[in-house]
């Protein structure tokens, strides 16, 4: 039977930490070779009817893991617009959607289950940045300044919690209700204090940890307020069509290292962090390494408790939902939770026929 899952059933259904372990073996196995990621591929266009600049979005995304015997499809058919909050630009997507993963079992080429994913695609992202801080932040990181108040920026929390014994958190977002709704929310789910701040300069400086968890288009971390030692972690990608960027030249002209999630992916959407400062001569190409070689053993970690470091989460990966809906299925399987369709409506019966894929 194939399983389907809604968003509300993947909620606290795995702790953050088994989360982290999950993307950790995904990254650790691409690192080694055999976890393989294909590139992002997205296509815009204008929406037919819609108001100018409102765009139809559709996203693909693919991975597998052979030591989880996983393969994941992550697919969204949505809409896009922009507006402007507090002189920032933002790209939203209005209105309902189609966002599903799709779970291959490796083994038996079987379709386990098809996800909702919206759950999976905060908590994957969250958990990358947890396995980032895991190696990089510093040992003794203890206060964490946060740029952002979203859905995004509760999963990077909980897993920068999860990784490290943070004693405060100072929370930035624009919008002094949501940071202040966030800070209430999260002190006890995190269980750690978490303070709202009236900048995103109060909520970087005297910090161990800085992550921006937004979706603006502009920086909102200048390298000027970062202290010595500190880990810096930014989630946002961008493509071709929207630059967008979280960090400011001084971020990336301070850093000791950066090391991103998918090096191809900078290049193949001229991604604004760091693709046009490539151009530019700020840093090189070669300064650029992977998740997944810091954990073999291919580039190095911190020297020295001075080092800044920057993390850039830079776009989602099939790895990442193979590993997630693996762990999520497993668990859903195993308290009885789900809608089973049956199988046959999935396979396709070759009839002793030759099928060339």
Request: aromatic share 8%; glycine share 8%.
């Amino acid at each position: 039977m194939v399983l389907v899952l809604k968003n509300e059933q993947l909620e606290d259904l795995v702790p953050m930490a088994d989360e982290i372990d999950a993307i950790e073996q995904a990254y650790r196995e691409m690192g080694e070779g055999s976890a393989v990621n294909s590139p992002r591929a997205r296509i815009r266009v204008q929406a037919p009817g819609k108001k100018p600049g409102f765009q139809y979005y559709f996203n693909n995304i693919m991975g597998l893991v052979p030591g989880m015997k996983s393969m994941g499809l992550r697919i969204d058919s949505t809409f896009s617009d922009e507006e402007e909050v507090a002189g920032t630009k933002r790209r939203i997507y209005p209105g309902d959607y189609v966002g599903l993963v799709f779970l291959f079992d490796m083994e038996d080429c079987s379709l386990l289950s098809i996800m909702d994913d919206h759950f999976i695609s905060i908590f994957r992202v969250g958990a990358t940045s947890g396995v980032a801080a895991k190696h990089l932040a510093r040992a003794d990181a203890r206060v964490m300044g946060l740029v952002g108040s979203g859905e995004q920026a509760k999963t990077q929390l909980l897993a920068a919690c999860a990784v490290r014994q943070l004693d405060k958190v100072k929370v930035f977002s624009p919008t002094r209700a949501n940071r202040e709704r966030f800070a209430e929310e999260m002190t006890e789910k995190a269980g750690v204090e978490i303070v709202p701040v009236h900048s995103a300069e109060e909520a970087v400086r005297g910090s161990d940890i800085v992550t921006a968890a937004t979706n603006t288009v502009d920086p909102v971390i200048n390298g000027e307020w970062l202290e010595k030692g500190a880990f810096v972690n930014s989630i946002v990608g961008g493509d071709s069509y929207l630059s967008r960027h979280e960090l400011d030249d001084a971020v990336i002209e301070r850093a000791g290292l950066i090391v991103v999630g998918f090096r191809r992916q900078v290049f193949l959407d001229r991604q604004a962090e760091l693709f046009p400062r490539i151009e530019r001569g700020l840093i090189r190409e070669e300064d650029l390494h992977e998740l997944g070689e810091l954990l073999t053993g291919q580039c190095r970690g911190r020297e020295n408790d001075d080092e800044i470091i920057v993390f850039k989460n830079n776009t989602g990966m099939g790895i990442q939902f193979a590993a997630t809906a693996r762990i999520l299925y497993e668990a859903a399987r195993k308290k009885g939770i789900g809608t089973e369709l049956p199988s046959e409506l999935f396979i396709t019966d070759r009839k002793g026929k030759t099928y060339s894929p």
